[in-house]
């Protein structure tokens, strides 16, 4: 993470960025994180993520995280011309990146089977609500609806609230995971195994029902729907958030047996080590309050400082419910340098995420913030695909760039 900068992971492939919003792009700033060269193409008029969320200075911070380490363009795919020069681009590119409805690329001439006639090697992904198939595939989708579908939302909350839905891009950040690992294997496949690229089919809703567990197998097999059930499970105990007397919150877990043992002796209850129920997940689940109410009213009777100490010094797993004022001042963060600071030529340093995770040789790294709309069009059209300035200003009159 320090000294003389390593060789990126991904350097030498090249990204076409051509999705909008969240998802799409999400998969694409991973790839840049560890080197790949990501060419952000974007509409004329501009990602509505330039416009959303916070900003400072007319610069949006939601769009500078998103689309850091990328190259941007602006390209209008609908045009005929917007949609040859995008064929120029793929003629070179290793991975394209869509997020449009199902249908609309083939419209344009754009879809899997025409570009891979151009270039047999492309890994395409298809990001979209509901997949390219299926009967919800024309509706719109966006991360909150798949957070409803896919079942997480139903489980996320308090059993007499109503269901949760998450303060930021959920869905879209586990579907941009999911594809992510799926255009790695694709090119790894592409590259061992004789060289054909392929098209990934990533919606919104499918990733995250995936990500939600064993949901479908306790429901086949033993016809339960699990509810919401606030911090707490019905497999383990104890499992809370509880507030400290100086008014923070910790959140603890003991999801085995030795943990749960360590924990009631800390509080001083090895009392209940002798009872038959402490013996196992299922017994201390059922005797759930009993335990939140012995370990919530030691906890609340110290500070958070005096409660993590005694935590560490039993081995037993507790942590800070933390704010993001709480993170910057965390040591530990600091220590792993998980908050990088960046220079963006409007806003002067930035603070960021780090990229993750840490690769020993081949570490990622934030090195840009998102750009301007069309600011390497030059860059791109002229000196990478060989046109004229003459070309690029026509272009731009026409409203094709």
Not at 192 to 208: H, K, N, T, Y
Not at 219 to 240: I, K
Not at 270 to 298: C, N, S, V
């Amino acid at each position: 993470m320090t000294g003389s900068t390593p060789p990126a992971a991904l350097e030498g492939v090249r990204v076409l960025d051509c999705g909008v919003l969240f998802a799409g792009p999400t998969v694409a700033t991973m790839l840049a994180d560890f080197g790949a060269d990501v060419i952000k193409v974007e509409h004329p008029r501009g990602d509505p993520l330039r416009k959303l969320g916070w900003c400072k200075d007319d610069v949006s911070l939601w769009w500078a995280h998103v689309n850091r380490n990328k190259r941007c363009i602006s390209l209008n795919l609908s045009t005929p011309r917007g949609a040859e020069l995008l064929r120029e681009l793929v003629a070179e590119a290793d991975v394209l990146i869509e997020s449009f409805r199902p249908g609309r690329m083939e419209r344009w001439q754009l879809g899997y089977e025409q570009l891979a006639e151009i270039n047999p090697g492309l890994v395409m992904v298809r990001t979209s609500g509901y997949g390219q198939t299926g009967p919800y595939r024309n509706r719109p989708g966006f991360g909150t609806v798949a957070e409803a579908m896919s079942g997480f939302a139903f489980t996320n909350g308090f059993p007499d609230a109503p269901p949760a839905l998450p303060s930021f891009a959920l869905g879209d950040g586990i579907s941009g995971l999911y594809a992510a690992v799926a255009t790695l294997a694709a090119l790894h496949h592409r590259d061992a195994g004789g060289g054909r690229g392929q098209m990934i089919d990533v919606s919104l809703v499918e990733p995250l029902f995936a990500f939600l567990g064993p949901q479908a197998l306790v429901y086949d097999q033993l016809g339960l729907v699990q509810e919401r059930l606030g911090n707490a499970t019905t497999w383990t105990s104890p499992r809370n958030a509880y507030l400290t007397a100086d008014g923070r919150w910790v959140a603890l877990s003991a999801s085995s047996q030795s943990i749960a043992e360590r924990l009631v002796r800390l509080v001083g209850r090895a009392d209940l080590l002798e009872q038959e129920w402490f013996a196992d997940h299922a017994g201390r689940a059922a005797h759930a309050a009993q335990l939140d109410e012995i370990i919530g009213g030691w906890i609340g009777e110290r500070s958070m400082e005096e409660v993590l100490a005694a935590f560490e010094e039993a081995e037993a797993a507790a942590g800070p419910v933390n704010s993001i004022a709480d993170i910057f001042a965390d040591p530990h963060f600091a220590a792993r340098e998980m908050i990088t600071t960046v220079t963006h030529p409007r806003l002067g340093p930035v603070k960021s995420p780090n990229v993750v995770p840490f690769l020993s040789g081949t570490p990622g790294s934030v090195r840009n913030f998102g750009g301007e709309l069309g600011e390497h069009n030059r860059s791109i059209y002229v000196e990478l695909l060989g046109h004229t300035d003459e070309e690029v200003q026509d272009w731009k009159k026409d409203g094709v760039i």
